[in-house]
C-alpha cells in the first residue's frame, strides 16, 4: 500500500509519466484471425479467460484476452448482453436492482438522501437482463474455435496465465483444448505466475499479502483501477461480468489482466532463471514439478467424485434426527452450577427458546448460570474471556467436569457434518454430472498441503460412528474403488531427516508414536499411559501434543498450545521450559533437557 501511495504521488506532480496502454476489443472476423495469426510467431503471450461465474459446467464464456508485450492487449468477445437492465448494485436489497441517487437535495443534516430502490422496493425483487447470445453467426463462432485450437495446440511460445487451472477446465469444457496434453509433451511451453507468486513466497497464502492477479498488479500504477469493475456487482449476486457492464469495458478489463500477467512473467522468468540455491535448479523444478502439480489436481476437478443421491439424504436424516434429539435431552437436562456447595439442590434447566448454535444464547447460561470461569486464549479467539469454542468446552469437560459443557460438544460433533459438508455436498452436488468437483489448489496453505474446498472434503470423518454413514455419500463410478491413503505424521519424519534430528529419528526407529512422545514429557507421563486403547480418558493430552508439534514445525506462536497446557495443570516451570518465558516470541527449534525436537 506505501509503495502505491509513492507511486500515485509521484505521478500526480508530474515527475512520471503514466504510460499509455493499448487494449483493444476486436468486432470483425478478420480482426480475430489476424490477431490469432500474429500470437502464432511470437514467442510468448499470457491469455485470460472471462466467464458467467466458476462452474464450467453450467456456465458460458464471456471472451479471452490475450497480450504479447507490456501495456498491450486483446479481446476477443464470445458471447454479449445486446442491453443491460442491471448497470448497478442497490445497497438496499444488495440485490440486482437499479440503484439511484436523489437529486442534489440534503437532508436536515446535511446528509445526501437516497432513494429508495425503484425496482426491489427494499424487498430483493430483481429484474432481468437481455439474455445472453453469441457475439457470432454460427460459421464465424466455429472458426475461431478450431482457430484457438489451432493455436494453442500448434505455436511454440510460452503460454501463460494467473491460476491456469481455472483457465484449463473451461477451455476444455468448451473448446476442446486440453492443456495437460500440451504440458505432458512440453512442460516449459506453460507458465502459471500465481503458482510462481506462492513458489518464490508461501507466506503470501494467508490473506495478509494475497497472491492473487489484482493484489499482484497494484506495483503497476496504470492497472490499478482495473479492478474497480467488480465493485458494481453484488458479493451475493451472480458472478458475471456482462449483467452490469458493456462487452467493451469487459474487454478492456481482460486485456488489462492479461498485461499485467505478462508484466509478472517477464520479471518473474529472469528471476527464476538466477534462482540456484545450493546449486539446485529451480527454473528446472517450477518447471516439471510444481506445473505437474496443477494439471494433476485439475483432472481431480475435472473429473469430480460420483455422489449417491440417496445416501445423501439418509446421512442428512440421520445428522439432523440425532441432532434433534440431542436437543431434547439438552433441554430436559438439569445442569448444576460450577463451584455448587456440596449437598445443595441447585440446578438449572435451559430456556424453552435454548438455541445451541446461538452463541449468545450459550453465554448467557455458561457464564450467567453455571458459573464456569472464562479461557482464555483458544485458538480461534486469543484474547476472549467469553469464548464458547471448541477449545473452551474441552477444557469445561477435561478439567471441570462440566456435563452441560459434555453435551454441547457432543452436539456440535454431530451437527459439523450437517454444516461443514453434507449442507455443502447437496449445494455443490452438479446437475450436470451428478458429481462434486471441489476446488483442489497447491497454494492454498503455507504447510504445502492442498487446500480443498467446495466442498470442504478433507473434513470427512475417518473414524468414529459418522465416518461410514458421512463417506457413504460417495461413491466410485462403475468398474472403480475408492481408495484411501495417509501419510503418518510425514512433517515430523522430514523434520527429523532433514536437521538429522536424534531425537526425532531415534523416537520413529523405536516405533513411538511422537505425539504421545511429546504428550508424555509435556505432562510428565509415562507414554504407556497415552495408548488411547488401554486409557482413553487420556486422549486429550495426546491432543495437545499433536498441537504442540506442528506449532513447532510451521512456527507457530506459545500462544497456540500455552493456554490449553495452562488450563490442564501443567505446571507454570514446565510451560516456560518447553516453550520459552516470553509468549510473545514465535517458538525457535530448540532442544530441551529431553531433546525433544
Given at each position: 500500500k506505501r509503495n502505491l501511495e509513492f507511486a500515485l504521488n509521484t505521478y500526480q506532480q508530474g515527475s512520471l509519466e503514466i504510460p499509455k496502454n493499448d487494449y483493444r476489443v476486436l468486432a470483425t472476423l478478420d480482426e480475430v484471425i489476424s490477431m490469432l495469426n500474429s500470437l502464432q510467431e511470437a514467442p510468448a503471450w499470457s491469455f485470460d479467460l472471462e466467464t458467467t461465474g466458476l462452474d464450467q459446467f453450467t456456465g458460458k464464456i464471456l471472451g479471452i484476452g490475450f497480450s504479447t508485450s507490456p501495456h498491450t492487449g486483446f479481446y476477443i468477445p464470445i458471447h454479449h448482453r445486446e442491453s443491460l437492465s442491471l448497470?448497478?448494485?442497490?445497497?438496499?436489497?444488495?440485490?440486482?436492482?437499479?440503484?439511484?441517487?436523489?437529486?442534489?437535495?440534503?437532508?436536515?443534516?446535511?446528509?445526501?438522501?437516497?432513494?429508495?430502490?425503484?425496482?426491489?422496493?427494499?424487498?430483493?425483487?430483481?429484474?432481468?437482463?437481455?439474455?445472453?447470445?453469441?457475439?457470432?453467426?454460427?460459421?464465424?463462432?466455429?472458426?475461431?474455435?478450431?482457430?484457438?485450437?489451432?493455436?494453442?495446440t500448434t505455436s511454440g511460445a510460452v503460454k501463460i496465465a494467473h491460476n491456469i487451472q481455472f483457465e484449463s477446465k473451461w477451455m476444455f469444457r468448451h473448446w476442446?483444448?486440453?492443456?495437460?496434453?500440451?504440458?505432458?509433451?512440453?512442460?516449459?511451453?506453460?507458465?502459471?505466475?500465481?503458482?510462481?507468486?506462492?513458489?518464490?513466497?508461501?507466506?503470501?497464502?494467508?490473506?495478509?499479502?494475497?497472491?492473487?492477479?489484482?493484489?499482484?498488479?497494484?506495483?503497476?500504477?496504470?492497472?490499478?483501477?482495473?479492478?474497480?469493475?467488480?465493485?458494481?456487482?453484488?458479493?451475493?449476486?451472480?458472478?458475471?461480468?456482462?449483467?452490469?457492464?458493456?462487452?467493451?469495458?469487459?474487454?478492456?478489463?481482460?486485456?488489462?489482466?492479461?498485461?499485467?500477467?505478462?508484466?509478472?512473467?517477464?520479471?518473474?522468468?529472469?528471476?527464476?532463471?538466477?534462482?540456484?540455491?545450493?546449486?539446485?535448479?529451480?527454473?528446472?523444478?517450477?518447471?516439471?514439478?510444481?506445473?505437474?502439480?496443477?494439471?494433476?489436481?485439475?483432472?481431480?476437478?475435472?473429473?469430480?467424485?460420483?455422489?449417491?443421491?440417496?445416501?445423501?439424504?439418509?446421512?442428512?436424516?440421520?445428522?439432523?434426527?440425532?441432532?434433534?434429539?440431542?436437543?431434547?435431552?439438552?433441554?430436559?437436562?438439569?445442569?448444576?452450577?460450577?463451584?455448587?456447595?456440596?449437598?445443595?439442590?441447585?440446578?438449572?434447566?435451559v430456556p424453552d427458546d435454548f438455541n445451541p448454535?446461538?452463541?449468545?444464547?450459550?453465554?448467557?447460561?455458561?457464564?450467567?448460570k453455571l458459573k464456569l470461569p472464562g479461557v482464555v486464549g483458544t485458538k480461534k479467539e486469543p484474547k476472549k474471556k467469553s469464548s464458547t469454542g471448541g477449545d473452551a468446552l474441552e477444557i469445561w469437560v477435561n478439567q471441570y467436569g462440566s456435563d452441560f459443557a459434555k453435551i454441547i460438544l457432543e452436539y456440535r460433533l454431530v451437527d459439523i457434518h450437517r454444516k461443514n459438508l453434507i449442507s455443502q455436498v447437496e449445494r455443490m452436488l452438479n446437475p450436470v454430472t451428478g458429481c462434486v468437483h471441489p476446488d483442489i489448489k497447491v497454494w492454498g496453505t503455507e504447510t504445502g498441503r492442498l487446500a480443498v474446498s467446495n466442498p470442504p472434503l478433507h473434513g470427512m470423518p475417518s473414524s468414529g460412528q459418522w465416518a461410514k454413514v458421512v463417506r457413504s455419500m460417495f461413491q466410485a463410478p462403475d468398474g472403480w474403488l475408492l481408495l484411501g491413503a495417509d501419510f503418518s505424521q510425514i512433517e515430523l519424519r522430514l523434520i527429523g531427516w532433514k536437521a538429522n534430528c536424534k531425537a526425532l529419528l531415534g523416537a520413529y526407529a523405536k516405533g513411538l508414536d511422537m505425539h504421545s512422545y511429546t504428550a508424555s514429557l509435556l505432562f510428565n507421563l509415562d507414554i504407556e499411559k497415552l495408548d488411547k486403547k488401554k486409557y482413553p480418558e487420556n486422549s486429550w493430552m495426546r491432543q495437545i501434543g499433536k498441537t504442540a508439534n506442528f506449532a513447532w514445525?510451521?512456527?507457530?506462536?506459545?500462544?497456540?498450545?500455552?493456554?490449553?497446557?495452562?488450563?490442564?495443570?501443567v505446571p507454570d516451570e514446565i510451560i516456560r521450559e518447553k516453550f520459552g518465558a516470553d509468549p510473545k516470541d514465535k517458538m525457535k527449534v530448540r532442544v530441551p533437557q529431553e531433546d525433544l525436537l
Open positions: 448497470p448497478h448494485v442497490c445497497d438496499l436489497c444488495h440485490g440486482l436492482g437499479k440503484y439511484e441517487i436523489s437529486p442534489e437535495s440534503d437532508d436536515e443534516n446535511g446528509v445526501v438522501q437516497k432513494k429508495r430502490c425503484p425496482v426491489c422496493k427494499g424487498k430483493g425483487a430483481t429484474t432481468k437482463a437481455s439474455e445472453l447470445t453469441k457475439f457470432w453467426d454460427g460459421p464465424s463462432y466455429r472458426r475461431i474455435g478450431e482457430r484457438l485450437q489451432q493455436l494453442f476442446g483444448i486440453n492443456l495437460e496434453s500440451l504440458y505432458k509433451k512440453n512442460p516449459y511451453l506453460l507458465w502459471d505466475t500465481q503458482m510462481y507468486a506462492y513458489f518464490r513466497d508461501p507466506y503470501t497464502s494467508d490473506g495478509s499479502r494475497s497472491i492473487s492477479l489484482g493484489a499482484l498488479s497494484t506495483r503497476y500504477v496504470d492497472l490499478v483501477t482495473l479492478k474497480s469493475i467488480w465493485d458494481d456487482v453484488p458479493s451475493k449476486g451472480p458472478h458475471d461480468l456482462s449483467l452490469y457492464h458493456s462487452t467493451e469495458k469487459i474487454g478492456s478489463y481482460c486485456a488489462g489482466d492479461c498485461d499485467a500477467t505478462i508484466r509478472l512473467f517477464t520479471e518473474y522468468s529472469a528471476e527464476l532463471k538466477d534462482w540456484k540455491p545450493d546449486g539446485h535448479d529451480q527454473w528446472k523444478f517450477f518447471h516439471e514439478r510444481l506445473m505437474g502439480n496443477l494439471f494433476f489436481v485439475g483432472a481431480m476437478h475435472q473429473n469430480g467424485i460420483p455422489v449417491n443421491v440417496k445416501n445423501l439424504e439418509l446421512a442428512r436424516e440421520k445428522v439432523i434426527g440425532t441432532c434433534l434429539e440431542i436437543v431434547d435431552r439438552i433441554k430436559a437436562a438439569t445442569f448444576t452450577p460450577y463451584e455448587a456447595p456440596v449437598g445443595s439442590n441447585l440446578a438449572y434447566k448454535n446461538s452463541v449468545v444464547h450459550l453465554r448467557n447460561f455458561i457464564f450467567n514445525c510451521y512456527c507457530g506462536s506459545p500462544q497456540v498450545v500455552i493456554p490449553l497446557l495452562g488450563n490442564a495443570l
